[in-house]
């Protein structure tokens, strides 16, 4: 039998083995082919119709269509490439509103004394070491309370609700328990009740009154604007010393159930309340 015919049904030879025997392919009489070298992808990145689709907007061919179009931006640049690739922290805008493609958190943490209400790292213990294990979700927090300051805080990453906090006409309020150096004045109480100026610009609360119980050192503000500078600026004006801030309520949030220090993820009921303030 000739070399021919001993390979008969074997297939043409491609190559030779170590032996110097020649290999053939298994199936279909072909050449085995090498596979090409996958080009490496940046793990950071991703597709920007998943992004939006991933965001819920819509699907990843309905996103290709509003890509197409011009309705999606990246960091204020229309694109309108198919298959273009954004990082997760990209300013990604469809129709000009910013979208996030991370599952929506929402964490309430009930802040201890000693530590920034910041997300840099520079500036030592910070509240986003305390809510580290809380999520994956890129959450921030919304407004801030000083270093020394206690209380609730919620940190999210749905930006319709840092909006609606950060709103200067329809913010939502937040609950202050306030300790002073001295005794408030009435008529200093009541002036601030009914709202005054502070180098021309007005300044106004929801509520303020003596906590029922205690001194009149200690004082219930009920404000809707999301820092805590505002509270001590207010206090100074009509010279007072804060010793204390303790924020114990946002909107419907209370600290009922969360000792200092720990947080919560919001119920899905409480996060439809908190929406519809």
Known sequence: MSRQQGHKGKGKPFGKRKDGRKRFSKENNAPVKKKA?????????????????????????????HIAIGLVTVNGKVVTEMGYKVKLDDDVRYDGRRIN??????ILLNKPKGFATTTSETKGRTVMDLVANATNANIKPIGRLGRNSVGLLLFTNDEEIVKKFTNSNTG??????????????????????????????????????????????????????????????IFEHFNYNIIKIDCSAIGHLTKKDIPRGHWKHLTEQEINTLKML
């Open 37 to 65: 070298p996958q080009k490496s992808s940046n793990p950071d990145q991703i597709r920007l119709n998943k992004y939006i689709a991933n965001s819920g907007i819509c699907s990843r061919r309905e996103a290709d269509d």
């Open 101 to 106: 493609p991370e599952k929506k958190a929402y």
């Open 172 to 233: 939502v309020a937040r609950l202050f328990h306030i300790e002073l150096d001295k005794n408030l004045k009435y008529e200093d109480l009541k002036t601030i009740k009914e709202g005054f100026k502070i180098q021309g610009k007005e300044i106004s609360v929801e509520e303020i009154s003596y906590i029922e119980g205690a001194g009149k050192k200690e004082i219930g503000l009920k404000i809707k604007n999301t820092g805590n500078t505002i509270i001590r600026t």
